[in-house]
């Protein structure tokens, strides 16, 4: 089949479906028609502001549909008119009744951010961070009624940096999405891809992030505490208190033991301590380990590089 012969509905909403909207403008297929979530406000000053993927297909000449929820006759008559023949999703944020599911004649695909069954939900990038992970992915999948249940057409494997954020890690997983997308929609068309159905009892649920799950404590590991700072350093910011103050780390990193940044005798304090403050050198001392802080945001205060205000802190006493 032509590309230009392949009527496509693509759902999705922010940066990391854009990527694959615009690899599937790139390759030439016919995306009759886009779905993103409605547009949203932005900021202290809260400007409503549209989504990666409207304002992708607006610059294209691309209709876009916002619908609050697809379980409405008004939503199945507009997707239904344009008689596509495969419906890609991508960060969506919404389930796809059966009825929308049916409707294409080669189904539905999704490119999720992780290696299904793992972490099937909202929140595959930040919780593989969160928790540590080596390894995540992108899944290829044939959608099916579940929350990421459906079987499995591919996967590509992506490894995590130790230092890396969310950001950075979902940006990657995107260019890596649109790259084999077109090759994956090629293939299924012609019927050349078979499925493989996941093992339910290998799965582990994502749910969104929480604000409140940005609050740590200095008795922690500073390698828990460090994973917390770069999966949501977005948001809702990793976050220490001290009574009502709150204190946000927005970039770090794990300093071991043994580093010749540590001075001997403030190598056994208590956790929240400063063992260092000098030059771009501001670390913590945590319940396991001792955390460099790069970047902060001090109560009331703005951003700030670690270089920039490290001096404002005395070592042998509390952080905070």
């Known amino acids: 089949m032509d590309r230009r012969d392949l009527k496509i509905v693509f759902m999705g909403t922010p940066e990391f479906a854009g990527t694959n909207l615009k690899a599937l403008i790139c390759g030439g297929y016919n995306v009759v028609l886009c779905l993103c979530q409605p547009d949203k406000p932005v ?30 006759e008004e939503a199945f008559a507009k997707i239904s008119s344009y008689d596509a023949d495969l419906i890609v999703t991508a960060a969506y944020g919404k389930i796809l009744p059966k009825a929308v599911l049916d409707l294409p004649k080669y189904g539905c695909i999704n490119c999720h951010g992780s290696l299904l069954p793992a972490r099937r939900g909202s929140a595959p990038v930040q919780r593989a961070i969160l ?35 969310t950001e950075s890690l979902m940006n990657r997983l995107a260019e890596a999405s649109a790259a084999k997308l077109p090759e994956i929609i090629d ?15 290998l ?29 949501l350093s977005a948001w809702p910011g990793a976050f220490v208190m001290s009574g009502e103050n709150k204190l946000k780390v927005l970039d770090s990193t794990v300093v071991s033991d043994d580093d010749q940044l540590i001075p001997e005798d403030l190598k056994d304090v208590l956790p929240g301590v400063v063992v ?9 001392k945590c319940g396991k380990g001792f955390l460099k802080i790069k970047e902060l945001q001090q109560p009331g205060g703005k951003r700030l590089n670690a270089r920039d205000c490290a001096h404002n802190f005395t070592v ?5």
């Not at 050349?192 to 009892?201: M, N």
């Not at 260092?276 to 913590?284: H, M, Q, S, T």
């Open 187 to 201: 293939s299924w068309v012609e019927g050349k891809l078979e499925t493989i159905k996941q093992d339910d009892s």
């Open 131 to 165: 928790e540590g992970d080596k390894v995540t992915g992108i899944t290829f999948m044939k959608m099916d009624v579940g929350m990421d249940t459906g079987d499995i057409i591919d996967k590509i494997e992506v490894e995590i940096d130790p230092d890396e954020h």
């Open 203 to 231: 799965a582990t649920a994502c749910p969104p992030i929480r604000p409140e799950e940005g609050e740590f404590t200095w008795d922690q590991d500073a390698l828990d505490i460090h994973n917390r700072v770069r999966a």
């Open 43 to 72: 900021g202290r000053k809260h400007i409503l502001t549209a989504p990666p993927v409207k304002v992708i297909a607006q610059e294209n000449g691309i209709e876009v549909f916002q619908p609050d929820t697809l379980k409405t």
């Open 316 to 320: 042998g006493k509390q952080i905070m």
């Open 276 to 284: 260092r403050a000098k030059g771009e050198n501001l670390i913590v």
